[in-house]
């Protein structure tokens, strides 16, 4: 069955190109309100390529949350294969902010190949992989009119805003959703050519430290030196959250993370990775920071942190305006690992910010969203299944990383609906997810369809 598959694939590549870049001129910014029509749209466009794919009752299902209308999820299936497992398929359709424009070659969301790439906003995080899973679906359908599984594919709009939609519709209608394992594909491989199988991630909780004043703005020139600056107090607080050396000093913050084991440390540092390399191509610093006496591997994958995205308040536009802001905000992450509870992290976090607030500072903590860090098993069927089409691909044994990021919706399908969880990715460490000049190897894309097929082929067998 996949042999046909695998040479509609080849022959439709092109094709399958050309309507990723119609997905991918599809601003769906999720944490932007004024994108809102464009999320829906990349939301309809997937669809109906479930649709063309050859998929059944494909349909829109509306979220939302107590606080707000969510984004749409797009569910599609194809139940016909008797006696078979299930497989549930999962992708995002929504993306990262483009910001700063000023700093891609090209239009963001004016997809353009180049070196054997496409470079667009979610050209691999993760319209391109997401599309993978339909267009292994399509060749699989078209050629022999059946698939070797059962399939379920739910696709969401929201994972860059945390999930909330997601994970609600998992709690309250998890029988939707039901398989024997699930495939995601929004990891990347560790090095080009190097078959990839990601087995464990980050859990997360995103917040803002909010820090107010004075009843109002304030001019520094008659004030300075009296008044309290939120800016002044939210570097302070920064500073003792997070030590030079990046131990977080917030009391009781290790306590019972679970470390790596000894045969996981040892594979990690089998692998073909240079730390000058990195530094220089993939971080592009001067030095690296962080705990050194951790590797970089270790403190990427299996070591907690706290990071700063954004401080929005008083003024940042050109020119002078010398005010003494009355509110302040900090946008504060911390990625999480195994032994961490999102909750028991997040109070411990605002427990310290309220003993360390400066004089004449309110300090308010608001929880955006969160993720739990999850590890998977590699012992099962499943699991040979992708490696063994990953072979085939590439004509190299797998090897099994973790992950420094966070897909919050892999905990739910192991913890809610017990489902084991494939993480099958085919982006590059080089591939700029989240920043510009994101871009997608398309050799890669058309492996990874190929892969995908193999890997459905191969879960058919499964007994």
């Keep these: 069955m996949s042999e046909a598959a695998v040479g509609y694939a080849r022959e439709q590549g092109a094709r399958f190109v050309e309507e990723l870049k119609e997905l991918l001129r599809i601003p769906s910014v999720s944490t932007a309100p004024e994108h809102v029509g464009d999320v829906r749209r990349a939301a309809e466009f997937v669809a109906d390529g479930l649709r063309g ?63 054997g790439n496409i ?51 998992v709690r309250e209608h998890g029988d939707t959703l039901k398989a024997d394992v699930a495939l995601v594909s929004d990891t990347e491989m560790f090095a080009p050519d190097l078959p990839t199988l990601c087995v464990g991630l980050r859990g997360m909780i995103y917040t803002e430290l909010e820090a107010k004043g004075a009843a109002t703005d304030l001019h ?20 003792q959250i997070k030590r030079e050396d990046g131990h977080i000093a917030i009391p009781g913050f290790y306590d019972g993370i679970e470390d790596p084991t000894k045969a996981e440390l040892d594979a990690w540092r089998s692998l073909p990775f240079d730390e000058e390399e990195y530094r220089r191509h993939e971080v592009g610093s001067t030095e690296l920071t962080g705990e050194t006496m951790f590797s970089v591997l270790e403190r990427t994958w299996s070591r907690p942190t706290m990071d700063v995205h954004g401080m929005p308040g008083g003024f940042i536009g050109a020119g002078a305006k010398t005010v003494i802001p009355a509110k302040a905000t900090a946008k504060i992450s911390f990625r999480l690992v195994p032994g961490m509870k999102p909750e028991e992290t997040f109070a411990k976090y605002a427990e310290f910010v309220e003993e360390i607030c400066p004089r004449g500072i309110q300090v308010k903590t608001t929880l955006i969203h969160s993720g739990e860090p999850i590890v998977v098993s590699t012992d099962n069927a499943y699991v040979r ?16 990383v973790r992950g420094g990021g966070s897909i919050p919706i892999v905990g739910d399908f192991v913890r809610q609906l017990g489902t084991p969880t494939v993480l099958m990715g085919f982006g590059l460490p080089d591939d700029n997810l989240h920043a510009p000049n994101e871009k997608f190897h398309l050799a890669n894309f058309h492996r990874g369809i190929e892969s995908i097929v193999r890997f459905l082929d191969g879960v058919g067998a499964v007994n």
Excluded: C
């Excluded at 979220?63 to 294969?81: C, D, F, M, N, Q």
């Excluded at 490696?387 to 691909?393: N, R």
């Design 220 to 239: 520094s020139g008659m004030y300075g030196g009296a008044a309290p600056n939120p800016f002044v107090a939210l570097a302070q607080m920064i500073a």
């Design 119 to 169: 470079y667009a906003r979610g050209a691999v995080d993760d319209k391109g992989q997401m599309w993978m899973h339909v267009k292994a679906l399509e060749s699989l359908l078209k050629t022999d009119g059946t698939l070797p599984v059962n399939v379920r594919v739910i696709v969401e709009g929201e994972e860059e805003v945390g999930g909330e939609g997601i994970a609600a519709f």
């Design 53 to 115: 794919a050859g998929l059944e009752n494909v349909r829109l299902i509306e979220t939302s949350t107590a606080v707000r209308k969510g984004h749409p999820l797009v569910y599609g299936e194809w139940l016909h294969a008797a006696g078979k497992p299930t497989v549930l398929l999962y992708g995002h359709y929504d993306v990262q902010p483009a910001e700063p424009l000023e700093e891609w070659k090209s239009p963001p969301f004016e997809p353009e190949e180049r070196d």
């Design 385 to 400: 299944a992708a490696t063994d089409a990953m072979a085939k691909v590439f004509g190299k044994e797998t090897v099994f």
